[in-house]
C-alpha cells in the first residue's frame, strides 16, 4: 500500500494504479479503507490518461470481490472439483507433464496464452523461461486470431515484429480508421486512454477523422465521415490508394528515400487496381476512394490506421503490408502525425539484427509455417485429434478462453475434453477450465503490482508508471509468475540459474529500467540522473516522457538497415490475390450474409459477464442486420434467427438497425456461457448469450500469416 496517503482521519485511503483490463491505460483513482474498495474514479492527474476511465474499470472493486473467482487450486475428481494445496497441486501439475513428455515427446504438450497475459507484467516476465523450459513446438496464443498479420509486415518491412507503427493521433490532421472502433475497445496497437477525447481533438484542431467500416459503429458516429465497406475487401481499397499514389507519381517518401529498398517494385504492384475495378467488390464509390486518397495525400500531418477488422480477414497480412507501404510512400510514417513508433522506458525491441523467426517449423496437420515460436490457433485443434508422433496429449492455458475465443470452439470444447491432461492458470471456473484437472487461480487486478510493459510499448506518447498491489493475496495465493515459476522448477532439466531463482518481476523491471533508453546505463549523462524504479514509483500518477518522437533508421533491425518495400512472400501471395481479382459484385443468394464481429464498452472478451453492473439494461448478445434485409426477410427486433455456417448453427434475436451495411450481419464475440460445468454465475441470466465462435470456421485464415478469418465468412439466417 505505499502508493496510498491517508486522506481523512475516517480511515480512508487513495491509491493510484493503472488499468490493466484493456490496451488504454487509464489511471485510476481508488478509494479504499484498507480493506475494501470504496470508490474509483479516474486519476484526473495522471499526464497520460487525464481522468478517463470506462465502466470496466470503475468495476475493479467487484472483480476483487467477485464470488466466481477461484481462491485455492481445483482438482477434478469423480465427484467434481475439489480444493487442494498449492504445493501439493504444483507438483501433481509437475509429474503429469514430466510424464506425458518423457512418453511422448516435448510437443506432446501444447500451450495457450490468452489476451491478459500481456496485461500482466509478473506473467510476461516469466512466460519465455516456461516456454523454452517445455520446449514445444505446440505453442500457440491470440495473438494469431489477432494482430499476428502486423507483427508479421514488420518483421518482413522493418526487421523485428514488434516494431509496429502507432498513429499519432495527438498530432494528426488526417486520419482513415479502417476496422477499428476505438470508441468501445478504447484503441488497440494504439494506447490511448480517453481516445474519444483524442480524435474529437482532431476535429478540434480542423482536422478530420473517418472511418471505413461495415457498421456505422460508435467511433463511426461521430466522425466526419463514414464508408461502408463489404467486409474482407479491404486489401482492394488499399490497392486503389496505392494505384493512385504511384500512377499519379504522387508519392513522395520524403526522409525516408534513403532508407527504403524495392521501391521499384512497388510502384507497378497496383496498376490493376484502379478505384473503377475495385469499387463494386468494396462497395465504395470510384468518388470517394479518388477523394479520400487526395485528401489524404493533401495533409501534411496524415496516418493511415487499420486493426482487428483489416487483421482477421483472409488478406489481413496484405492489408497490413499496404497501411505500411502506403504510409511509407507518402512520407508518413516515422513522422509527426504520421505512424509513429513508441520510444517505451523497457524497450520491446531488442538490439540484434538478422534473427527471422518464421518458418523454423510447420504445424503437422496442416503444415502451418510457425512465427515467433507460435503456430496458428485455428489449427490447434488439428494437433489435439490427429494421432501420430507430435499429438498433443496434454494442454496448459493461461488466461484464456479459447473454448469461447477461438475460431470453432465447439470442436476444442470436444477436444479438450478426451485429452490426457490439462491444467489451467485462470481466474474462473469456465468455459474452457471446466475440461482441466488441475485449475491453478492466480491473484489478480488489485492484488497484483503492475507496470504497463507490452502496452507502454505502443502507446502514442512515452510514459511511465508503477502500480503497487493494494491487497495481499489472500489464503497464500500465488501470482501468475510465481505459479510459471513453480512449473519451470518443476519442468526443467536441469537446475535453474542462481538469479532466475531469486529474481522477482520487480527486481527484472528494476535492471530492465536502469538498461533503458531513459535509465541510468543509457549514458554517462543520465548516470545519476536517469530513470529508475523507485523514481517511477514516487510519482504516484506516472510520468510523461514525453511525445513520439522519429526513430527510424535507428530502430531498424533489418540486416542492411533498410525498410523492405516489397518482401518476396508479400508480393507472393499479391499474386493469388490477382487471381482471383474480379470485377464481379458480392454473389450472396437469398438469406445468406457477411457476418462479422462486435465489440461493447461494457463486455471484454470472453470474461466479465458476470459482473451485473456491466451486464445490466439490454440483452447485447444480438445479431444486427440493416433495416431493409430484415423487411426483406419479413423479421423484427427481439425475433430469434438460427445463424448457420459450414461448422454450426446458433440461435440469437435479431437487432434491426439502418447503422448495418446491407448484405452484412454483426454479432458478438466472447458469450456462450451456457455450456455445462462452467461455474459463473452468468449462465443463468440474459448475459450468457451464444458463441460466435460456434460458428466461426477454422479453415477461414489468412493463407499468409496463418491468423484466423473471422470477417466476411458467409453464413445464412434462418427465420
Ligand atoms: N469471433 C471472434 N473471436 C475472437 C475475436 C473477435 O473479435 N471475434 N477477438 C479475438 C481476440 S482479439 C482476442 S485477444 C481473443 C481473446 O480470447 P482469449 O485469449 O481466450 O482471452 P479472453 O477471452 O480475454 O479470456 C481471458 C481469460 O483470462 C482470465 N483472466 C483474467 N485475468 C487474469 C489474470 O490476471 N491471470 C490469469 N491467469 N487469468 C486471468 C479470465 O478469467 C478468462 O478466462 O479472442 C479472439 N476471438
Ligand atoms: N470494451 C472492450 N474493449 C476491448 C476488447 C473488448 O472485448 N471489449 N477487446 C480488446 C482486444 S483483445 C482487442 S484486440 C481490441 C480490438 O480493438 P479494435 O481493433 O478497435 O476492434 P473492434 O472494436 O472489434 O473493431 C473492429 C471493427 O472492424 C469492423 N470490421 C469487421 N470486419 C471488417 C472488414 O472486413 N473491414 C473493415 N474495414 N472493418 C471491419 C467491425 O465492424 C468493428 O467495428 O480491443 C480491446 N479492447
Ligand atoms: S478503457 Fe481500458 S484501461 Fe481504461 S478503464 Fe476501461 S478497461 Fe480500464
Ligand atoms: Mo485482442
Known amino acids: 500500500m505505499n502508493t496510498s496517503s491517508a486522506t481523512s482521519p475516517t480511515k480512508k485511503y487513495t491509491h ?17 479503507d484498507g480493506k475494501q474498495v470504496l470508490g474509483v474514479k479516474g486519476d ?29 487450486p481445483l482438482k477434478k475428481t469423480s465427484s467434481g472439483f475439489v480444493e487442494i494445496d498449492w504445493e501439493e497441486a504444483l507438483d501433481i501439475v509437475g509429474k503429469r507433464l514430466n510424464t506425458i513428455r518423457n512418453e511422448h515427446g516435448n510437443d506432446a504438450i501444447g500451450l495457450y496464452f490468452g489476451n491478459p497475459t500481456v496485461h500482466n507484467y509478473g506473467a510476461m516476465m516469466y512466460v519465455a523461461d516456461l516456454k523454452k523450459t517445455i ?32 498513429p499519432d493521433i495527438n498530432r494528426t490532421e488526417y486520419m482513415i480508421v479502417m476496422g477499428a472502433n476505438p470508441s468501445a475497445s478504447n484503441g488497440s496497437i494504439m494506447t490511448a486512454a480517453g481516445v474519444q477525447k483524442r480524435l474529437k481533438d482532431i476535429q478540434q484542431r480542423g482536422g478530420k477523422y473517418i472511418v471505413i467500416d461495415p457498421r456505422k459503429t460508435e467511433t463511426a458516429k461521430s466522425a466526419d465521415e463514414h464508408l461502408f465497406i463489404r467486409p474482407g475487401t479491404d486489401v482492394y481499397f488499399l490497392l486503389a490508394m496505392l494505384h493512385i499514389i504511384t500512377t499519379e507519381k504522387k508519392y513522395n517518401l520524403k526522409k525516408l528515400a534513403s532508407h527504403v529498398v524495392d521501391l521499384d517494385k512497388v510502384i507497378s504492384i497496383a496498376t490493376p487496381y484502379t478505384p473503377e475495378s475495385v469499387s463494386s467488390i ?70 540484434k539484427v538478422g534473427h527471422t523467426p518464421y518458418n523454423r517449423w510447420k504445424s503437422r496437420v496442416q503444415d502451418l509455417p510457425e512465427f515467433q515460436g507460435e ?46 491432461f490439462m491444467v489451467s492458470i485462470d481466474i474462473y471456473l469456465n468455459e474452457t477450465t471446466k475440461h482441466a484437472d488441475i485449475i491453478l487461480p492466480p491473484t489478480t487486478g488489485l492484488e497484483v503490482d503492475h507496470y504497463d510493459l507490452i502496452f507502454n510499448a505502443f502507446a502514442v506518447s512515452n510514459n511511465a508508471k508503477f502500480s503497487e498491489a493494494l491487497f495481499p493475496p489472500k489464503d497464500g495465493q500465488l501470482h501468475d509468475w510465481q505459479i510459471f515459476k513453480g512449473l519451470t522448477k518443476r519442468l526443467s532439466k536441469k537446475k535453474l540459474p542462481w538469479l532466475y531463482r531469486i529474481s522477482t518481476p520487480k527486481l527484472l523491471l528494476k535492471l530492465a529500467l ?20 523507485g523514481k517511477i514509483k514516487r510519482s504516484v500518477h506516472g ?59 461494457r463486455s471484454n472478451n470472453s470474461w466479465m459477464h458476470n459482473v451485473d453492473k456491466l451486464v445490466s439494461g439490454k440483452n447485447r448478445c444480438t445479431v444486427m442486420m440493416n433495416t431493409q434485409d430484415a423487411e426483406r426477410l419479413g423479421l423484427k427486433t427481439e425475433d430469434e434467427v438460427m445463424v448457420k ?6 440461435k440469437i434475436p435479431i437487432e434491426v438497425t439502418k447503422n448495418m451495411m446491407p448484405g452484412v450481419v454483426s454479432i458478438p464475440h466472447g458469450f456462450g456461457h451456457t455450456r455445462k460445468g462452467s461455474q459463473l454465475k452468468v449462465a443463468e441470466t440474459h448475459a450468457a448469450g451464444v458463441s460466435f465462435n460456434d460458428i466461426s470456421d477454422h479453415n477461414r485464415i489468412d493463407n499468409l500469416t496463418g491468423n484466423a478469418a473471422f470477417s466476411g465468412q458467409i453464413v445464412q439466417i434462418i427465420a
Not at 482477421?312 to 510512400?329: D, F, P, R, S
Open 375 to 420: 503456430l496458428p490457433v485455428s489449427t490447434m485443434v488439428d494437433e489435439i485429434i490427429t494421432e501420430g508422433k507430435g499429438q498433443i496429449k496434454a494442454m496448459v492455458t493461461h488466461a484464456g478462453n479459447p473454448v469461447l475465443s477461438s475460431p470453432n470452439g465447439g470442436r476444442l470444447d470436444k477436444a479438450l475434453h478426451d485429452l490426457e
Open 543 to 601: 510520468i510523461d516522457l514525453g511525445p513520439l518522437v522519429p526513430m527510424f533508421p535507428k530502430l531498424l533491425r533489418t540486416k542492411d538497415q533498410k525498410i523492405h518495400l516489397a518482401p518476396s512472400l508479400f508480393l507472393e501471395q499479391l499474386e493469388t490475390l490477382h487471381a482471383e481479382f474480379s470485377n464481379g459484385k458480392d454473389t450472396l443468394q437469398g438469406n445468406e450474409f457477411r457476418l462479422i464481429g462486435r465489440r461493447h464498452l
Open 282 to 351: 468494396t462497395g465504395i464509390s470510384v468518388e470517394d476512394i479518388r477523394r479520400i486518397t487526395n485528401e489524404y495525400l493533401n495533409t501534411q500531418k496524415a496516418v493511415l490506421y487499420g486493426r482487428m477488422g483489416v487483421s482477421t480477414q483472409e488478406y489481413g497480412g496484405l492489408c497490413n503490408w499496404l497501411i505500411n507501404l502506403i504510409n511509407i510512400v507518402t512520407g508518413n510514417l516515422d513522422s509527426e502525425g504520421g505512424a509513429m513508433f513508441t520510444n517505451p522506458a523497457v524497450p520491446m525491441v531488442k538490439n
Open 44 to 72: 484526473e492527474k495522471d499526464p497520460f490518461s487525464k481522468g478517463s476511465i470506462c465502466p470496466k474499470g470503475a468495476v475493479i472493486g467487484e472483480m476483487y470481490n467477485d464470488p466466481d473467482r477461484l481462491r485455492k
Open 514 to 533: 536502469l538498461n533503458g533508453p531513459y535509465g541510468r546505463f543509457s549514458s554517462i549523462k543520465r548516470l545519476f540522473t536517469g530513470l529508475t524504479l
Open 16 to 32: 493510484y494504479r493503472v488499468c490493466n483490463f484493456c490496451e488504454a491505460m487509464c489511471g485510476l483513482e481508488i478509494e479504499h
Open 135 to 166: 520446449r514445444s513446438k505446440n505453442n500457440y496464443s491470440a495473438t494469431s486470431m489477432d494482430q499476428l498479420p502486423h507483427h508479421f509486415a514488420s518483421h518482413f518491412m522493418f526487421g523485428n515484429g514488434m516494431i509496429m507503427p502507432i
Open 645 to 650: 455456417s459450414r461448422v454450426g448453427e446458433i
